[in-house]
């Protein structure tokens, strides 16, 4: 079975400042998606960011990039510049890409809640 | 992005009776959609997985006799909790497997907040 695991249960970062969240995966299949989602205290989920496993391109979105290393089964999530409006909860989820019932459900990790300092 | 409505979003019943929360895609249909309770500072926990016209897959652990779901439509996937109990007490969140992405994406609902008395 797929796991996620996310190593930090809490962090901080100053206003402005770039911090990057850990997110490790098991998985013996090659292809999969992998998310980060952001649940602020609306406890609304937000995509944030998207990564199919066959690109070797990491995604970006804005401020928001990921350090996809496939073979070390790492997904990490780097915040440039980061807002008061960035503090949330983040959550690393896998998927696997195969279009059969069962197999479309998100595995989610445990979760980072991320606080901004001013 | 696609809209995944909820409702209620908070309920307060007593002990005893059951809760039906609504789940429903506003702008797309929805073939999969999945149910997940999450306590407080903790991450999503998938309940089920709801397909429309056939019966929910549940994971293991969750009570399928508890946790009723049905999925009649192709916009609308609802969860009734029978006989609630104050341990049922938690945040139900759906969401809904978007066809038009090729089913990589999920779009979630805003969350529905039970409390059992």
């Known amino acids: 079975a797929q796991t996620v695991t996310q190593s930090q249960p809490e962090m901080s970062v100053q206003e402005a400042e770039t911090v990057t969240l850990s997110c490790t995966y098991d998985?013996?299949?090659?292809?999969?998606?992998l998310f980060w989602y952001k649940q602020p205290p609306s406890r609304q989920m937000i995509l944030v960011i998207r990564?199919?496993?066959?690109?070797?391109q990491n995604a970006t979105e804005n401020r928001f990039s990921v350090n996809f290393q496939k073979a070390a089964k790492s997904f990490s999530l780097k915040i440039s510049d980061s807002q008061l409006g960035d503090a949330a909860m983040y959550f690393c989820a896998y998927r696997r890409q195969i279009p059969i019932q069962g197999a479309q459900k998100l595995v989610f990790g445990q979760g980072t809640r991320l606080t901004i300092n001013p | 992005g696609a809209v995944v409505s909820q409702h209620p979003s908070w309920v307060i019943c007593k002990s005893g009776t059951s809760v039906k929360i609504e789940c429903r895609s506003l702008?797309?249909?929805?073939?999969?959609m999945f149910w997940y309770r999450q306590f407080p500072k903790q991450s999503l926990m998938l309940m089920a997985t709801s397909n429309e016209g056939s019966k929910a897959t549940y994971e293991q652990g969750v009570e399928k006799d508890k946790f009723l779901i049905n999925h009649a439509s192709l916009t609308l996937s609802t969860l009734t909790v029978t006989s609630a109990h104050p341990e049922d007490s938690s945040f139900y969140i759906c969401?809904?497997?978007?066809?038009?992405?090729?089913?990589?994406?999920?779009?979630f609902g805003p969350g529905t907040r039970l409390t059992v008395l």
């Open positions: 969401s809904a497997r978007d066809p038009r992405t090729g089913g990589s994406m999920q779009y």
């Open positions: 990564q199919e496993a066959y690109k070797q």
């Open positions: 702008d797309f249909q929805a073939t999969t």
């Open positions: 998985t013996s299949e090659s292809d999969y998606y």
